[in-house]
Every structure is written in structure tokens, then in C-alpha cells.
């Protein structure tokens, strides 16, 4: 169970950096009047429809000794990024991007303009405005973001084996243990693991579309 | 929030084009001044009216142009000024009302007062929602209350912040006349103390009436008339006006006899034999009299009807049935010429068509005297 524990490490560290940048980069794209946005939104959607083992060829490029974003990390800690647990948060990042993006540009857009002017209107800055409007009215996008974007890391495969490669405890999720014990037939334990995932995605969904469902939750007072 | 605010007269010239691809350019041009007190602005929906409160409160930036309230200037496109609208202290109570959905009556009317402490806060809002008479909602959400009371709270939360102006946008549409009253007098209650410009917009007339002091016409994004609303409903370019709001038949015509026992006078349509009784107003047989009447509410008769209150009875002939989506816009000739509304279903159900002889019922108040 180690690797699931991995997994579940991943998905979470995911999960928050991706609500935190995913955030700016949403609010951004649904309130930006600039025409080359869609530019921006392309570059959102194409973890979406590239091969995982493109991305993660990429990244794996971008981390290793010689690449970019190795070297830095090489000058500032000292040691590699590839086959590291950053490094594999850091390529599942940008594969679960849309996952956190989407839904959040989707609940930004549709709070209704007037209530940002009435905002604005009552002294709110913009800062006040996005915490105090644009944030609570958009929660249970913002629910979704988390939760998918955490059940999308929580499942990945191909990225992880590029870049993280099967070590055990620093980079072998649980997927790759399901392909392990398969490869090696072990049935029993690739099942009982794979019912596992396949139990806890349904179970994330789940809350999802519930949370969708409700069109006003009981907010929290302050 | 800062200090006290002194009355001061809200100033305005604005020039603002709007282009885009659905609609023909529109083009808002106007220069107004209002006083402290009720102002109501009046005009047709498309006349700009939301487009000059926008520019007002800062939601949209006028092309030219310079806005100021006693010393305070909002926006100078020649000192390149433009105060950001969270910084104008402008209130603005939408024709939407736009109350917070999450957050509860009472702190919707605290949500313009952060700056302050929580106790000061706290007074302000509880005197606010007294005012309006919706200090019971307090903790209720806006999705749980009333249409009444959500505009009182709309008019509370704006208040509140003791801004330097208050806009309105047709904020009490939907209420009946007389909760409508009750929230105005409330509102003239709240202003007699603070004595800020509130500019009222309506394209009702039955609200000119009801609230002006003084009322600004506005028609095609440019200022008709202003003044009291005798002034704007007797100038000479009410014709415009009367057009404008929804009066699809405006005749000459001269007085030829009052019967003020019964409130009534006979006119006699230009240069027709026409015939029509109408309200009384001050004037003399022989004066030249403008009657406005909608094609709404005139009747169409396939026979001579008899035994009815109305007192206009004309009989005519149908020119031409113009289909369009939900009604077909009908001119008659009786001598002088009506444009006249029905619905398609009663012209199937009449058999009316082209050249067809009818008889025009109109009862005597809806032919209202504009000049």
C-alpha cells in the first residue's frame, strides 16, 4: 500500500499548487478582454489531447542534467529533478492543468457581471471583489477543480513512468504497481488495487456531480 | 468611507459612441445638471438612459467629456481624470437589484463598509436597514424575501456608504403603485437629511407624474427637455416624446365645445369632420388641441356596435394588415388616419382584411391631451 500512499501524496501536492496557480491563470482568462486569448486557452487544453508520453518526453527533456529546468534545480538544491518526487509533481502539474483551469473559468464566467459592478460599486477592489464575490459564488467549481484535478493525478500513468521512472516509495503510484503486478501475473494484487482506484474515482465523481447539482449551498457566514 | 458629504449639484457632459456589429451606432450625447433631490430621467428603453448612468457611475468610460460633483471631479477626458468606480461614491441600485445571493440582508448593507470598525459598522447598517423598514430580514438570505423588500434592501445597501449620488434604474418596476409609493417615501424620508442627488429612471409615464420634482427627457441619446413635468409634458417637442413612449397616433386638432359638468370637451380632428370627446383640459372652443392615443387601445368593430360607454364611435375603412410577430398593425381611415394594434387571432376570428369597413371604438381617456 505504499504506492497508493505515494499516490495519494501526489495527488494532494497536485491538487493545492494546481488551485493556486489555476486560480490567477482562470480568473485571467475569463475576465481578459485581450483577443489573443485563445492562444492562452489552447495552451491550457493541450494536456487534454497530447499522449501522456509526449508530455512526459518533454518534461523528462526539460528536467534531465542538460535541460533547463534540471540545471536550475541542480544550482539551487544540488541534485537532479528527474525520477524525484518534484519532479513528478512538477510534470503532473502540467498534466492535470486543464483539469483545475476549466472548471474554474467556466464558475468565474458565469457569475453574473452585475454583482461584480455592484461590488465594484460599494468600494470593493479587485482583490476584494474576487475574495468576497467571485470566490464563494464559484465554489463548487472551485470543488471541482480540486477534486478533479486530484483524481486525474491520482490516475496517472504514462507521464509519471517517463518522467519518474519505478522507484519504490519515491515514484511508483499506485497505477504503475497495478502494471508491475500485472507484468509479473500477479492477478489477485493488480485486482484488488485496481477495484481500489477504480472505488475511490467513482467515489470523487461522485462528489463532483453532487456539488454541481446544488445550485446554492449553505455558505459559511463570514 | 470618508468624511461627511455636502450637497452638491452632480454635473455632467458626456459624449459616448457605442458600435458593434448587431445594431446601428449609438450615439449618447447630452450635458445635464442635477440638483439635490429627485430628478427623474425619462425616455423610451434605447433612448441611453442606462448608457448615461453607466458613464455616471463609472462602469463605462465616456469618449469625451467631464462629470463632477461640487469640487470633486469624477472624470475630465481633457485632465485624462477617470476615478475608478470603486472610488466615486456613486450609488447605483440596478434595475436587477444585484443583491449578493450568499450573503445575508445584513451583510449585503455592511459589504460598502469594510473600512470601518465592526461597532460604528454595525450602528450604520441597523440605522440603514430601519430606515428602510427591513431591519427583521437582517439575517435572512435575498433568495427568502419579497420583491418589496429586496429593493428596500437594494435602496439600504446603496445608502449606506452615504454616497455622493444615487442612481436608479428603474429599480421599483414590477411593484404596484402603492408599495412603489411607500419605498419612495421612505427614500424622500431618508433624503430629506442628506439632500443628495437621485436620478430616477423611468419610461413610464404614470411615474413622471407620480414622483418628479423636475425630469429630464431623453430620446436617441440626447436631452429633449428639462424641467418640471408640466414643462416637459407641455413643451412643444413632446410630440417627440409622446411618440417615443408609445404613442402610435398623435392628432391636431380644435376644441369645439367643453361640457365641464361632465369632465369632457369635443374636438374636431384637422381638416377631417371627425369628431372625438376627450378629457377636459384648460381651454377655449376654438383652441388647437394634440391628441395622443395607442393603437392598443383602440377597438375594431366589423359592425355598427350600439349600447356601449365608450363615446367614439368612428367609422372607417381598413387600409392594409401589416403581420408582424405577435400583432398586426392596422391603418384606418376615418377622415383622419389611425394606426390601430390587433392580434392575429382576432383578425382571423373578425375575417378582417384589406379595404374592409370597420367602426373604431375609443373611449374618452385614452385620447390624452398633449398640448
Redesign the interface.
Known amino acids: 500500500m505504499e504506492s497508493l500512499w505515494l499516490s495519494f501524496r501526489l495527488a494532494a501536492c497536485v491538487a493545492v499548487i494546481l488551485l493556486a496557480i489555476g486560480m490567477p491563470i482562470a480568473y485571467w482568462l475569463a475576465y481578459s478582454q485581450w483577443r489573443g486569448k485563445f492562444l492562452l486557452e489552447s495552451v491550457v487544453a493541450l494536456p487534454l489531447v497530447l499522449p501522456p508520453t509526449v508530455l512526459g518526453f518533454y518534461a523528462l527533456v526539460a528536467m534531465g542534467p542538460r535541460g533547463p529546468l534540471g540545471k536550475l534545480w541542480m544550482t539551487l538544491f544540488g541534485h537532479g529533478l528527474a525520477f524525484t518526487f518534484a519532479g513528478l509533481i512538477l510534470a503532473s502539474v502540467v498534466y492535470s492543468f486543464p483539469f483545475a483551469v476549466q472548471p474554474l473559468v467556466v464558475a468565474f464566467e458565469s457569475v453574473d457581471p452585475k454583482l461584480l459592478d455592484a461590488s465594484a460599486l460599494l468600494g470593493a477592489g479587485k482583490m476584494r471583489t474576487f475574495w468576497r464575490m467571485i470566490l464563494p459564488l464559484s465554489l463548487p467549481g472551485v470543488v471541482t477543480a480540486v477534486v478533479l484535478s486530484f483524481a486525474h493525478t491520482l490516475g496517472e500513468f504514462g507521464v509519471v513512468l517517463m518522467v519518474g521512472g519505478n522507484l519504490k516509495g519515491v515514484t511508483r503510484t499506485v497505477s504503475i504497481e497495478i502494471y508491475d503486478r500485472v507484468q509479473s501475473l500477479e492477478f489477485g494484487a493488480a485486482n484488488r488495487m485496481a477495484l481500489l482506484l477504480l472505488a475511490i474515482s467513482f467515489a470523487v465523481l461522485s462528489v463532483v456531480y453532487a456539488v454541481n447539482r446544488r445550485l446554492w449551498t449553505p455558505w459559511p457566514a463570514k | 468611507?470618508a468624511g461627511e458629504v455636502k450637497p452638491a449639484p452632480l454635473s455632467a457632459r458626456i459624449r459616448k459612441e457605442r458600435r458593434n456589429s448587431q445594431s446601428p451606432p449609438f450615439l449618447l450625447d447630452v450635458s445635464l445638471e442635477v440638483l439635490p433631490g429627485f430628478t427623474i430621467l425619462f425616455g423610451p428603453s434605447g433612448a441611453g438612459k442606462s448608457t448615461l448612468l453607466d458613464c455616471i457611475?463609472g462602469?463605462v468610460r465616456p469618449d469625451e467629456g467631464r462629470i463632477f460633483t461640487g469640487e470633486t471631479v469624477l472624470f475630465d477626458s481633457s485632465l485624462a481624470i477617470d476615478v475608478?468606480?470603486?472610488?466615486?461614491?456613486?450609488?447605483?441600485v440596478?434595475q436587477?437589484l444585484?443583491l449578493?445571493?450568499?450573503l445575508?440582508v445584513g451583510?449585503n448593507v455592511a459589504?460598502?463598509l469594510?473600512?470601518l470598525e465592526a461597532e460604528h459598522r454595525n450602528r450604520l447598517v441597523a440605522e440603514t436597514l430601519q430606515a428602510f423598514r427591513v431591519e427583521h430580514l437582517a439575517s435572512r438570505k435575498p433568495?427568502d424575501i419579497s420583491g418589496g423588500e429586496k429593493q428596500r434592501v437594494a435602496l439600504a445597501?446603496?445608502l449606506v456608504?452615504d454616497p455622493r449620488v444615487l442612481l436608479l434604474d428603474e429599480p421599483l418596476t414590477g411593484l404596484d403603485a402603492e408599495l412603489k409609493a411607500a419605498i419612495v417615501r421612505d427614500l424622500r424620508a431618508w433624503n430629506a437629511a442628506k439632500q443628495i442627488p437621485i436620478l430616477y429612471v423611468t419610461h413610464s409615464r404614470e411615474e413622471v407624474d407620480a414622483l418628479g420634482e423636475r425630469v429630464i427627457a431623453l430620446a436617441d441619446g440626447r436631452i429633449l427637455t428639462t424641467g418640471t413635468p408640466m414643462d416637459v409634458l407641455e413643451s412643444p417637442r413632446r410630440a417627440r416624446l409622446a411618440q417615443a413612449a408609445g404613442f402610435e397616433n398623435l392628432l391636431d386638432g380644435t376644441v369645439l365645445e367643453l361640457r365641464e359638468s361632465d369632465g369632457v370637451m369635443r374636438v374636431r380632428l384637422e381638416e377631417t369632420v371627425c369628431e372625438l370627446e376627450t378629457p377636459l383640459v384648460h381651454a377655449v372652443p376654438g383652441d388647437p388641441v394634440r391628441i395622443a392615443i395607442r393603437a392598443g387601445d383602440i377597438l375594431v368593430a366589423v359592425e355598427k356596435p350600439r349600447g356601449l360607454s365608450a363615446r367614439n364611435v368612428l367609422e372607417g375603412q381598413i387600409e392594409s394588415l401589416e403581420r408582424r410577430a405577435t400583432l398586426v398593425i392596422a391603418p384606418v381611415d376615418c377622415g383622419a388616419k389611425f394606426v390601430v394594434h390587433v392580434t392575429p387571432g382576432a383578425v382571423q376570428s373578425l375575417g378582417l382584411s384589406a379595404g374592409q369597413r370597420v367602426w373604431l371604438v375609443l373611449k374618452t381617456h385614452s385620447c390624452h391631451l398633449v398640448v
Not at chain 2, 84 to 92: E, P
Open positions: 468611507m457611475a462602469l475608478a468606480a470603486q472610488n466615486r461614491r456613486v450609488a447605483y440596478f436587477t444585484a449578493f445571493p450568499h445575508t451583510q459589504y460598502g469594510h473600512g433568495g445597501r446603496s456608504t
